[in-house]
């Protein structure tokens, strides 16, 4: 059983230039997700990327870098870029089973999280599986739409009524760790393939940085989680 970490990362980031190897509490922000991953299961490491930078920092922390050909662009997904390097890889002689992929503005997620989502996949015999968070004191069952003159819609009208103790539980997929059987991977282009599964982390880990805020809050969780 052969199995790839694989970590995505471009560098032509718009909201926050070269966001993937910014300083994040100390780190190049790959690097955390580069050593939780190294940490985390038996597996080749590979930071696939466009940019000679990003490729000098994930070799320093002890990646393999590959230099994706193909879905470099706005518009291509992270599946599609991640299945692009896996042909790469196998053009090269390098074949695997199966394939964690990984975000790098993922910095929260830790060795632990990819372990135990690994050890979950395998044992339950999945095909894909995808990463899930259990939402808290935003509770989506109380959304609503705005419109005209801020007049609201209710997505659930039954559930406004409702005592937030007496709603089911509810889940949010997040990028930070999808796993999937490589061969079932490239028949469907996608790691929403059928019969996906979940599996939940800590809405903390699964912190993904877009944008400034998001930034400031991630530092501030990390903050956190060393007082």
């Not at 196998?90 to 990819?114: F, H, T, W």
């Not at 997929?173 to 019969?195: C, H, M, N, Q, V």
Request: hydrophobic share 40%.
């Amino acid at each position: 059983m052969r199995t790839i970490a694989i970590i995505p990362a471009r560098g032509g980031s718009k909201r926050i230039p070269h966001k993937n190897i910014i300083d994040f509490c100390g780190k190049p922000m790959i690097a955390w997700t580069i050593e939780a991953a190294l940490d985390a299961v038996n597996a080749d490491v590979y930071v696939s990327t466009d940019d000679d930078e990003i490729i000098k920092v994930s070799e320093k922390y002890g990646a393999k870098a590959i230099r994706r050909l193909s879905c470099n662009d706005d518009h291509s997904t992270v599946s599609q870029a991640t299945i692009a390097t896996l042909l790469q890889l196998r053009d090269q002689g390098n074949e695997y089973d199966y394939v964690v992929q990984l975000m790098a503005n993922c910095p929260l997620r830790d060795s632990k999280d990819i372990r135990l989502s690994f050890q979950n996949f395998i044992s339950g015999g999945y095909d894909f599986q995808l990463s899930c968070f259990k939402y808290g004191w935003m509770n989506p069952w109380w959304a609503v739409k705005l419109k005209d003159r801020y007049k609201p819609e209710s997505i659930s009208p039954e559930a406004l009524k409702a005592r937030s103790q007496d709603l089911p539980d509810l889940f949010c997929p997040t990028g930070a760790i999808w796993i999937a059987r490589i061969s079932e991977l490239l028949k469907t282009d996608t790691f929403y393939g059928p019969d996906y599964t979940m599996y939940p982390i800590p809405w903390q880990h699964a912190v993904d940085i877009d944008d400034m805020e998001d930034l400031k809050m991630a530092e501030a969780l990390k903050a956190m989680e060393g007082s």
